[in-house]
């Protein structure tokens, strides 16, 4: 069954370091999303991509962060500097249609740590 | 603004017993909703969604959901829980104009024998 990936599981940074999560969507979805979950708080919208450029995007994602489709398959999240604060749990989504009634097929998460 | 809110952060129920998770919303428009389920160190996955057609929604794995607009309730139910339904279920909201889903806060079911 196709699936969304993301990589690293797992990453430990120090504080004004920049990170980069990486994500494959399932390969024929148009549309591509980066949620995050800070510990004990609610899954937060961060970005939709479309048509290799943002839709919409959220308060969150200010000028630390971009997103990138450099080569067709992959989905880039960059953090600049990162901040204590950006310690949190990333997901990354993909959807065949707008995801305003379509399904998203979220990854496993990646786990961002700031130190 | 749209938001939802979800009850009882742990619920916990004997295996067989009935899964009531509850979820409200606040949405100034019709809304469409979500149930998304999280089962340990995998990713977040579509149990049902509500996109103003039938007003009770069927899911994967026995789950269903009701929309009551009078209540502004969007529960999760599911008649006899199994262990295998022990994860996080997440509840959601979209306005059906932009890709943006607004999550509750989730609500982790544990299953006892």
């Known amino acids: 069954e196709p699936e969304v990936t993301q990589t690293p599981s797992h990453q430990v940074t120090q504080m004004g370091q920049e990170v980069i999560l990486r994500c494959v969507p399932i390969?024929?979805?148009?549309?591509f999303y980066w949620y995050r979950q800070i510990l004990g708080q609610k899954v937060e919208f961060l970005v939709s991509?479309?048509?290799?450029?943002?839709?919409?995007k959220s308060e969150i994602f200010d000028d630390q962060f971009s997103v990138e489709r450099p080569d067709g398959s992959n989905f880039t999240l960059k953090i600049r500097s990162t901040k204590l604060e950006d310690s949190a749990m990333y997901f990354c989504a993909s959807s065949g249609t707008s995801g305003r009634t379509g399904e998203l097929f979220f990854g496993e998460g990646s786990r961002l740590t700031v130190l | 603004a749209q938001s939802v809110t979800q009850l009882g952060s742990h619920v916990s129920v004997s295996e067989g017993a009935l899964v009531l998770l509850r979820c409200n919303y606040s949405?100034?428009?019709?809304?469409?909703l979500f149930w998304y389920v999280q089962y340990p160190n995998q990713g977040l996955q579509l149990l049902l969604k509500?996109?103003?057609?039938?007003?009770l929604v069927k899911g994967i794995n026995g789950f269903e959901a009701e929309f009551k607009k009078s209540e502004t309730s969007f529960h999760l139910t599911k008649p006899s829980a199994h262990m295998s339904d022990a994860a996080e279920y997440f509840c959601a909201v979209s306005d059906g104009n932009t890709d943006k889903l607004i999550f509750g806060t989730g609500t982790r079911l544990q299953v006892f024998p």
């Open positions: 509500y996109t103003s057609a039938a007003t």
């Open positions: 390969s024929n979805h148009l549309y």
């Open positions: 991509f479309y048509n290799n450029e943002i839709s919409e």
């Open positions: 949405s100034s428009v019709p809304p469409y």
